[in-house]
């Protein structure tokens, strides 16, 4: 990481999908976030180690394994029991959604039924933008 980005907080994108990381890199970007991609699990698990992200938003379909066995490995990490996790996918299995939820997932929301405005508001939630006001609308 470059000097300029130090005390942002870092959020780890994780998705196969170059377009889709890219936009939701940009988003939280713009709202101040220090932001890694990574497109396979294998990826996310070498940047998570290295980088310590403060939120970690990851897809369920990825080349390399499944979201269940990528968030299992991150857990993992000694650090990592209780870091923010958001799985933003397409996929809608409720037994899929059910075991992701029993490993500490913060939220699991449908991409194709939200605004990458949509997520990186929800990333707001958990981990304050750098570039948020003191003053909360609609809290």
Same mark, same amino acid.
């Given at each position: 990481?470059?000097?300029?980005?130090?005390?942002?907080a870092? @959020?780890? =994108?994780?998705?196969?999908?170059?377009?889709?990381?890219?936009?939701?890199?940009?988003?939280? #970007?713009?709202?101040?976030?220090?932001?890694?991609s990574?497109? +396979?699990?294998? #990826?996310?698990?070498?940047?998570?180690?290295? #980088?310590?992200?403060a939120?970690? @938003?990851?897809?369920?379909?990825? *080349?390399? #394994?499944?979201? !269940? +066995?990528?968030?299992?490995?991150?857990?993992?990490? *000694?650090?990592?029991?209780?870091?923010?996790?958001?799985?933003?996918?397409?996929?809608?299995? !409720?037994? @899929? @959604?059910?075991?992701?939820?029993?490993?500490?997932?913060?939220?699991? !929301?449908?991409?194709?039924? !939200?605004?990458?405005?949509?997520? =990186?508001?929800?990333?707001?939630?958990?981990?304050?933008?750098?570039?948020?006001?003191? =003053?909360?609308?609609?809290?």
């Amino acid at each position: 990481m470059s000097d300029n980005n130090e005390g942002l907080a870092h @959020i780890l =994108v994780v998705d196969d999908d170059k377009m889709i990381a890219r936009a939701l890199t940009l988003g939280l #970007e713009q709202e101040g976030y220090n932001v890694t991609s990574a497109h +396979s699990s294998q #990826e996310a698990i070498a940047s998570a180690e290295s #980088e310590h992200p403060a939120l970690v @938003i990851l897809d369920y379909s990825l *080349p390399d #394994e499944d979201g !269940v +066995s990528a968030l299992r490995r991150l857990r993992q990490l *000694p650090w990592a029991a209780d870091l923010p996790v958001i799985i933003a996918s397409n996929v809608y299995d !409720v037994d @899929i @959604i059910n075991a992701i939820m029993t490993l500490g997932v913060q939220d699991y !929301v449908l991409k194709n039924d !939200v605004k990458i405005e949509d997520i =990186v508001a929800l990333v707001g939630k958990y981990v304050p933008s750098p570039g948020a006001t003191s =003053v909360e609308a609609g809290d």
